[in-house]
């Protein structure tokens, strides 16, 4: 194969695309719920194995939207966004991008502990309240 018609083939397969069908299938398959441990067995192999973190991870946004994901899907988002600032780093193309969110983590904080009307709001501990801790 030439290197034209690989760089073809390679722009017109959508990894994440085919990621999500394969999850849509295994938890088919499996009989799996979609948010137990045979889904997860799946998904922890794919995070582990994979060499492009970005497209797994936006297969899993968009598996995640469409099933009922819960808390066990937030400590494997979070080791996929380190391997992902990892592999940045070596291609080095992160250049301010961890700086930005801490300032962009600093300034939620501050509103969600300030709000502009004054009052104090108490929150539900959502992501949101985990991304402002640093906990996501």
């Known amino acids: 194969m030439t290197a034209s018609a690989f760089r073809v083939c390679r722009r017109s397969i959508v ?11 295994w938890k088919i398959q499996s009989g799996s719920n979609g948010d137990d441990s045979r889904m997860y ?8 194995e994979s060499s492009a973190p970005e497209n797994v991870l936006r297969a899993l946004v968009h598996w995640s939207s469409s099933n009922d994901c819960g808390d066990l899907l937030i400590p494997r988002l979070k080791s996929l966004l380190r391997r992902g600032v990892h592999y940045a780093a070596l291609k080095g193309e992160l250049s301010g991008t961890l700086l930005r969110l801490k300032h962009a983590r600093t300034t939620f904080t501050e ?7 004054g009052k104090e709001s108490k929150s539900a501990g959502g992501i949101w309240d985990r991304m402002a801790t640093g906990d996501l």
């Open 41 to 48: 067995l799946l998904i922890d192999f794919i995070i582990n």
């Open 15 to 25: 990894v994440a695309d085919e990621l999500y069908t394969l999850f849509q299938k």
């Open 111 to 117: 509103l969600v502990l300030k709000p502009s009307d």
